[in-house]
């Protein structure tokens, strides 16, 4: 059994032709905590919204 929550490899997300999230992979253990943070227009709700499923990235795996 293995204890990681959430997997993210490579992922990437275009708005048409802007690049909004470019090959982004982190791991998150069950149990952990952990936060988006950075500027606005940096991606943090396209984040969010593709680990809820509620956008699917153009490029990589959400685990």
């Avoid at 936060?35 to 940096?42: E, I, Q, S, T, V």
């Amino acid at each position: 059994m293995s204890n990681v929550a959430i997997d993210l490899t490579g992922v990437t997300k275009l708005f048409g032709n802007k690049l909004v999230v470019d090959g982004l992979s982190f791991t998150v253990a069950s149990g952990e905590c952990f936060g988006l943070l950075g500027p606005n227009g940096a991606g943090k709700s396209t984040i969010a919204r593709m680990l809820l499923g509620m956008t699917r990235p153009d490029a990589g795996d959400i685990t």
